[in-house]
């Protein structure tokens, strides 16, 4: 048993003030989990901290929350583990080592770390149709799918709902409209689906949408705070690659965007972000001898940002304002990175735990290392020294 401090944030709405934070104090084995701190607390010291909960096995998904600012689920996360955290974090900073609670992000609060899921993931939810759309008849029995095509999918099929990786969203911070990590992911998991006839409609209407797959900018953070591996940042980029197969003109520009970024890497080993706007726009010399109306459209569009990442200081250097003198990386690091390149184009490989596996083992070795053969060579030596 340990003592722990939580710091909750708290939120009465029926008595008309705002938000506020209050600490409480729980005895519990570290390896308990936070939910089990705060139903101490309801039990011991406030009845009325209200907190959603049902499995306490991580599976129900109705216990998301941020854990010293980390959206989870509070059944998932050992206590003593997040003391840990807290630990560290006041090591560094001037704060002090209470385990914080809050509730998600990205949602409005009803009450203390109950937010509204309605308003935000289940509507965004029913936005990609999550039901399967398949054309004709039912066969007289069910339908037969070969194992192999759902791999693909399992991983999508494992979200449980929590909303964690919407509470961790930036993308869905600058943009509420964003249909988001865990409604995206959902989509694959139909997209994915051979007995789904609506396919390139479904892919249509996400590519198209401004607040659509194009609208995640990559931030990994839902892949960080989602509590079973499903990576709905993975999902929303295989929904990319499926909509760039279909050649879908998307209005942010993100296909076009997508493959001039690959051709850089490619080619440079490097990001050169000066000319990644024109190369997204308008690729090539053919694209800037006779740039097309939406290209124009897009750079003089571009223009604002581009001006506020020179007054912000992110694109202070010439190397970031003029394209083509990107400074090289030291050493050897753009040929690491071709290297790098060549290798993934070549093997396709996607790192999916749900088909491969937490970490590969190293097989043994067949034959007898060197270092195991001159161990053996010495050995038999020295016996031949002794006898
Ligand atoms: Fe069910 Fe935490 S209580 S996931």
């Keep these: 048993m340990a003592e722990y401090t939580l710091k909750v944030r708290r ?31 309801k ?34 996360t050992q206590i003593g583990e997040a003391q840990e955290k807290a630990d560290k974090v006041a090591s560094v900073g001037d704060g002090d080592n209470t385990i914080v609670v809050e509730p998600m992000g990205n949602m409005p609060v009803i009450k203390d770390l109950i937010t509204d899921m309605e308003s935000t993931h289940w509507t965004k939810i029913r936005r990609v149709t ?4 398949p054309h004709g008849d039912p066969p007289e029995r069910e339908y037969v799918v070969e194992p192999e095509s759902m791999i693909d999918i399992t991983q999508s099929m494992a979200c449980i709902q929590c ?5 961790s969203c930036l993308s869905m911070e600058a943009d509420p409209d964003f249909i988001g990590p865990a409604a995206l992911a959902k989509a694959y998991r139909f997209v994915g689906d051979p007995r789904d006839a609506e ?66 890497i490619e080619k440079k080993g490097t990001n050169d972000e000066a000319l990644l706007v024109q190369e997204s726009y ?53 040929e ?32 007898p290392t060197d270092a195991i053969l001159a161990d053996e060579a010495k050995a038999a030596a020295d016996s031949k020294g002794e006898s």
Aim: net charge negative.
């Design 282 to 334: 308008a690729p090539g010399i053919k694209g800037k001898l006779k740039p097309s109306k939406a290209a124009i459209k897009g750079l003089v569009e571009s223009l604002p940002t581009v001006l506020r990442a020179i007054k912000t200081g992110k694109a202070r250097s010439p190397s970031k304002v003029i394209p083509g003198i990107h400074p090289k990386l030291p050493g050897g690091a753009q």
């Design 130 to 133: 999550p039901w399967l759309l």
């Design 11 to 41: 939120y009465q709405p029926e008595s008309g003030e705002g938000a506020y934070w209050e600490e409480f104090k729980v005895d519990l084995d570290p390896s308990l989990s936070v939910l089990d701190g705060i139903l101490q607390v």
């Design 199 to 264: 396919t390139k409609e479904r892919l249509h209407d996400l590519a198209e949408d401004p607040h659509g797959i194009y609208d995640c900018t990559h931030c990994f953070s839902c892949i960080d705070a989602c509590p079973k591996g499903v990576a709905p940042m993975d999902q929303i980029m295989r929904l990319r690659r499926k909509a760039g197969e279909e050649d879908i003109v998307d209005p942010n520009n993100g296909h076009n965007h997508v493959h001039a970024f690959v051709n850089m």
């Design 336 to 367: 690491d990175v071709k290297a790098i390149y060549a290798h993934a184009e070549e093997h396709r490989e996607e790192f999916n735990i749900y088909i491969k596996g937490e970490d590969e083992v190293e097989p043994e070795p067949d034959e």
């Design 43 to 76: 039990d011991r010291d406030d009845g009325s901290l209200s907190v959603r909960c049902s499995c306490r096995a991580a599976i129900c998904g109705s216990c998301g929350m941020k854990i010293n600012g980390q959206s989870g689920l509070g059944c998932k």
């Design 163 to 167: 909303g964690a990786c919407v509470s």
